[in-house]
């Protein structure tokens, strides 16, 4: 049961955002701006980016949704549960791989990011600007798995339901709309 009062047809982070409108439009605008705006990695790359850090943070709406969204991005769903549970031996590119290692880093603390780590990626082929997003989309997703978790949000049990939320996500993208959720109801 969430600690104030919430939308029970919105769990997870959907009411949270619908709760404070003010405060959820800079950080729609930026996951926007990270997950779907220009980028030389996927949408699906930096989906599998916000799940895997979710994941870390045993936040279980978030890693439910975007390990979703990953899964629709990719057209399939071994990929996304591989890297959950081995980056190492995931069928992804060395360079995700790397970005992969500096993101969970991130989970746990930006200091645990280390010179090698940096260099491994750049060696593997990543960009100052992909590290640079890494980063930035692991910390946000942290600060988003602390704010499902710290009010705690409903958690639907129902993988349907993250499956809907995935075709907003993906078809829609992050920011507001009228009507945005109709049809992501916790009860179908």
């Known amino acids: 049961m969430p600690y104030i009062p919430l939308n029970e047809e919105l769990p997870g982070i959907t009411g949270l955002l619908d709760y404070r409108k003010d405060t959820a439009l ?47 991005l990719l057209g399939e769903v071994e990929t996304s549960q591989k890297v959950k549970t081995d980056i190492m031996t995931s069928p992804v590119s060395q360079k995700m791989k790397s970005l992969l290692i500096i993101a969970s880093a991130v989970q746990v603390s930006g200091k645990n990011v280390t010179p090698e780590m940096i260099d491994q990626a750049k060696k593997n082929g990543a960009t100052d600007r992909e590290i640079h997003d890494t980063v930035l989309i692991a910390a946000l997703f942290s600060l988003y798995n602390r704010y499902v978790d710290g009010l705690a949000s409903v958690t639907p049990p129902d993988s349907a339901f993250y499956d809907r939320l995935a075709n907003i996500l993906v078809k829609n993208g992050y920011l507001p709309s009228e009507n945005r959720y109709a049809g992501l109801t916790t009860s179908d």
């Open 26 to 72: 800079p950080i729609r605008q930026l996951t926007q701006i990270l997950l779907r705006g220009e980028s030389t990695l996927s949408e699906a790359e930096r989906e599998m980016i916000a799940s895997i850090v979710s994941y870390g943070n045993e936040c279980r709406f978030c890693t439910a949704a975007h390990t979703a969204a990953t899964d629709r």
